[in-house]
């Protein structure tokens, strides 16, 4: 079983950046798509971004182009690179690797989809 340790998280301000990482415990990053969902409080989870296999990138409409997924040489190490960011942004944000299921219409942006999910990191920003 694949472990994904999320980290990076913490209090910025608004306009700053951040870069979350997301460590594997096996080189899965290299035949696995990746991806990042948040939640913030009271509300439910949603998605985020993700990185295909085929390196093809899926965002959400909010992203607006802020947020950067990659992977490194590694195979073992995704990030996600969040640039100007707002107060909205506020949540604990999740990383994901290997869809098990697609669900045609959702697709990526499913949570269900995905086989392994990483703990969490909070992300603070204030105004």
């Known amino acids: 079983q694949v472990q994904l340790v999320d980290s990076g998280g913490g209090l910025v301000q608004a306009g700053e950046s951040l870069r979350l990482s997301c460590a594997a415990s096996?080189?899965?990053?290299?035949?696995?798509?990746v991806g990042w969902f948040r939640q913030a409080p009271g509300k439910e989870r949603e998605f985020v971004t993700a990185?295909?296999?085929?390196?093809?990138?899926r965002h959400a409409d909010y992203v607006e182009g802020r947020f950067t997924v990659s992977k490194d040489n590694t195979e073992r190490t995704a990030y996600l690179q969040m640039d100007n960011l707002k107060p909205e942004d506020t949540a604990v944000y999740y990383c994901?690797?290997?869809?098990?299921?697609?669900?045609?219409?959702?697709?990526?942006?499913?949570?269900?989809?995905?086989?392994?999910r990483g703990q969490g990191t909070q992300v603070t920003v204030s105004s």
């Open positions: 096996e080189r899965i990053f290299s035949t696995s798509s």
């Open positions: 990185l295909t296999r085929s390196n093809l990138t």
């Open positions: 994901v690797a290997e869809v098990a299921r697609y669900y045609p219409g959702t697709g990526y942006e499913n949570w269900n989809s995905w086989r392994y």
